[in-house]
C-alpha cells in the first residue's frame, strides 16, 4: 500500500526556518517524483517543488524559488523540504504527492491530477 506521511510542520517567526519531511512507503524514490504543494485558506492548491531521484530533476516555484531547497534521502526514503526566510504568506497546509514521472517541470507539477498519491498534510504557520 502506498502511504506519504508529512511532518515538520509548525509556527515560526517570519525571517525563520522550518523543514518538512514527507516519508513514503509502498514505493521507493528510485521509481517515484515527489511533489509539495500547498494550500492556504481560500486559495488553490499551489505545486511548489517537485524532485525524481531518478534524473536529478527539480522543480521550484517563484514564489519559493531561492528559499526553499527540497532534497532526497532515498535510504530512508524520505524527501525533505528545508524551508527559510520564511513570510507570512508562506502559512498554509503542507502537502507532499507521489507520480512515477521521471521529470520535474512546471506544467507537470502543477496539474493536481498528476499526482496520484497524496499524505494528509501538515501546517506551516509564520506569523509576522
Known amino acids: 500500500e502506498v502511504q506519504l506521511v508529512e511532518s515538520g510542520g509548525g509556527s515560526v517567526q517570519a525571517g525563520g526556518s522550518l523543514r518538512v519531511s514527507c516519508a513514503a512507503s509502498g514505493f521507493t524514490l528510485d521509481d517515484y517524483a515527489i511533489a509539495w504543494f500547498r494550500q492556504a485558506p481560500g486559495r488553490e492548491r499551489e505545486g511548489i517543488s517537485c524532485i525524481s531521484s531518478s534524473t536529478g530533476s527539480t522543480y521550484y516555484a517563484d514564489s519559493v524559488k531561492g528559499r526553499f531547497t527540497i532534497s532526497s534521502d532515498n535510504a530512508k526514503n524520505t524527501v525533505h523540504l528545508q524551508m527559510n526566510s520564511l513570510k507570512p504568506e508562506d502559512t498554509a497546509v503542507y502537502y507532499c504527492?507521489?507520480?512515477?514521472?521521471?521529470?520535474?517541470?512546471?506544467?507537470?507539477?502543477?496539474?493536481?491530477?498528476?499526482?496520484?498519491?497524496w499524505g494528509q498534510g501538515t501546517q506551516l504557520t509564520v506569523s509576522s
Open positions: 504527492a507521489a507520480d512515477n514521472t521521471r521529470w520535474c517541470y512546471s506544467d507537470y507539477v502543477q496539474s493536481m491530477e498528476n499526482w496520484g498519491y
